[in-house]
């Protein structure tokens, strides 16, 4: 009996030591995070700028072949396309490259009231308005813009992706899988000329989980959603990151929705919703590359843990895989969460020679602090979690009483937010609103009422 009372003495010792030991250190990673803007960057005291610099040194890097899907250009049949309530003439065609449809330039500045002034480069004004067009990238009244496609020339004809006529001329492009229909209208948002107030205060990150082509997100209707989401972000001077899972499985369905083979139409309005997040200050990011294994669903399942996917080979798989959908597709991603956060730490040193920044906790013990590794990764976590049960009122309370030093990151799954969101289409204009219900209107308002700055992930690393 004595015996057994010692060792429950001491088994009592010993976990009260490892709580002790435990507290010290969630304490200390709990208090490192505090970022703030300021004139314009962000700023961390926290972040080990110099361990940063390191990163060249250990970068494994990733980088896919050219093939057949960044090549082949080829006209597509059987799009009914109006354009400002007016169907495409017969005599016009689309040209579809790397699952981005293009349409004939003649054709928009005749609608849009454009004139042409120079050929060589391709100089176009309406107004005060002068557009300079390279083969990547567009001078707009001197500001730059980056094509999500490029200026292609086919028989002597120009042409430009929907997603950069959208951005360049303000319009929002409506889908219909079913009718095999586009239609393009005007947009009340000028996003060139919108004035994007860069303020200084503390800083915050929202990241929207398990965006994939699947599911919800799959919809003609709900993609228009997610567009009227991003303009109402936009503007509210919202930047944002997305977790993007490349590629969606549903085995119990038979369901495989490979976005390199399956160049189905819902897919091409899927790349034209992310280029259309990135033209509203979004920042992608990969969030495995199927986010399941075995039977399950993605978004459900996890692919890396220390039983999946364990050895080298099979991490660096899922991780390169993951990349080339993205570098084959011209989606820029910067950084990398693994599903659920169950990689091991072996894992995720792999991820980390291709992805400077991991968007998740450094590890059980460091689960709120900001870390920065000898090799020069940066781990952003996510403090303030997420909404639970629908309600954003305990997320909101973190934000309007914030504890000392916590950063403010939190990830929300934009599927929730559907019902929230009123889309319609009046005289030829795109009208979104998010209703008053909307848990997104919530925790934006609560942002944007105390004065928080919302930034991009790889500001962070790009902070002075």
């Not at 997610?226 to 369901?255: C, E, S």
């Not at 843990?305 to 959908?325: H, L, M, Q």
């Not at 870390?371 to 990764?377: A, F, L």
């Amino acid at each position: 009996m004595r015996k057994f009372k010692k060792i429950l003495i001491y088994s009592l010792i010993t976990i009260l030591i490892l709580g002790i030991g435990y507290g010290i250190t969630f304490y200390f990673s709990f208090f490192q995070g505090t970022c703030t803007v300021e004139n314009g960057k962000a700023v961390n005291k926290y972040i080990n700028q110099s361990k940063l610099e390191a990163y060249s040194k250990y970068n494994r890097g990733f980088k896919v072949s050219t093939n057949e899907i960044n090549k082949t250009v080829s006209e597509v049949k059987g799009i009914n396309l109006k354009f400002i309530g007016k169907p495409m003439p017969k005599d016009y065609i689309i040209l579809e490259k790397g699952y981005r449809y293009y349409l004939p330039l003649d054709y928009i500045f005749k609608t849009l009231g454009y004139k042409v002034e120079d050929t060589n480069p391709l100089k176009i004004t309406k107004g005060k308005k002068e557009i300079l067009l390279n083969n990547d990238s567009a001078l707009i009244n001197g500001k730059e813009y980056k094509f999500r496609g490029e200026l292609l020339n086919k028989d002597s004809k120009n042409y430009l992706s929907l997603s950069d006529i959208e951005y360049i001329f303000s319009l929002t492009a409506v889908f219909n899988k079913e009718k095999n229909s586009i239609d393009i209208l005007n947009s009340h948002l000028d996003k060139i000329n919108y004035k994007d107030k860069v303020k200084n205060g503390r800083a915050a990150l929202i990241r929207f989980e398990d965006f994939t082509a699947g599911g919800s997100l799959l919809t003609d209707e709900n993609q228009s959603k997610m567009k009227g989401m991003f303009d109402y972000l936009y503007k509210n001077n919202i930047r944002f990151n997305i977790a993007w899972v490349p590629h969606y499985k549903n085995p119990k369905d038979n369901y495989d929705n490979n976005l390199l083979t399956n160049k189905d139409l819902s897919n091409i309005f899927f790349i034209n919703l992310l280029d259309y997040a990135i033209n509203s200050n979004a920042e992608i990011g990969l969030h495995g590359y199927t986010h399941q294994a075995n039977d399950s669903i993605s978004t459900v399942g996890s692919e890396l843990t220390s039983k999946i996917n364990n050895t080298e080979k099979e991490t660096r798989a899922v991780v390169e895989n993951a990349i080339s959908v993205a570098n084959k597709l011209n989606i820029p991603v910067t950084f990398f969460e693994s599903p659920h956060y169950h990689a091991t730490k072996k894992q995720k040193d792999i991820i980390g020679e291709y992805f400077q920044i991991l968007y998740e906790p450094y590890s059980v013990l460091y689960y709120t602090g900001i870390e920065t590794t000898n090799k020069g990764n940066l781990y952003i976590p996510t403090p303030l979690g997420y909404v639970h049960d629908r309600d954003p009122e305990p997320l909101i309370k973190k934000l309007d009483n914030p504890t000392p030093n916590l950063l403010a990151s939190m990830f929300y799954h934009p599927t929730i937010e559907l019902e929230y969101i009123d889309v319609k289409v009046k005289d030829n204009y795109f009208n979104s609103d998010l209703t008053s219900e909307s848990i997104l209107k919530k925790i934006v308002t609560a942002l944007n009422e105390k004065g928080y700055s919302t930034i991009n992930a790889s500001e962070m690393i790009e902070s002075k």
